[in-house]
């Protein structure tokens, strides 16, 4: 239970990450992933990265630069520009549904507008998920100057698209249904420099 703990991800650049293990039976055709992040880089940086055998970028958390989010399905991408942060922590929540293919971004607890990505895909269930670094093959080919430097917190994701209620409550770290990776019961592998540490502050 890694509840107001955080990963530390020390060095920058780095080739650090953190492997998480899903329980995954099926494909997805919905899913949400959500995360807390803390971090004084203004480079590129993968924030989570869910690769398949046939496709890299399945599920990518991407952040180019510090006002924009890139948000990848299945190796097709959409942006959200958010405004520069005030190098606090940022919640972020992407969510995506196949048959509709919208996908929804949230940032701090409020929603941006909706943007269409991959209708009809689905999401492959074998998969390397990884903290820290984005894959450019399955479980390797990373870039350090992609990496990740700084705290990463509240990871979750689930294989439906949250309710903005359940939205709003990731953000607030209330209750959450059930997830195929939750920070409160967390199986995961630290590779290289990253610390497990208490939140400074709440």
Known sequence: DLYRKVFVFRKDPSDAYVVLRARLEQPL?????????YTDLSRPHSLFSYAT????NEILLFKPKPEEYRFYVGG?????????????WEHVCASWESATGIAEFWLNGKPWPRKGLQRGYTVGA???????QE?????????????????LTDVYLWDTGLSPDKMRAAFLSLRLPPALLSW???SYEVKGDVVVKPRLRE
């Open 184 to 186: 409160k019961s967390l």
């Open 126 to 132: 074998t998969a390397a998920i990884l903290l820290g």
């Open 76 to 88: 097709k991408f959409v942006t959200f520009r958010v405004p520069e942060g005030r190098r606090d």
């Open 29 to 37: 055709h919905n899913f949400t992933v959500c995360l807390r992040s």
């Open 135 to 151: 894959q450019d093959s399955f479980g390797g080919g990373f870039d350090f100057y992609n990496s990740f430097s700084g705290e």
């Open 53 to 56: 055998k046939a496709q890299d």
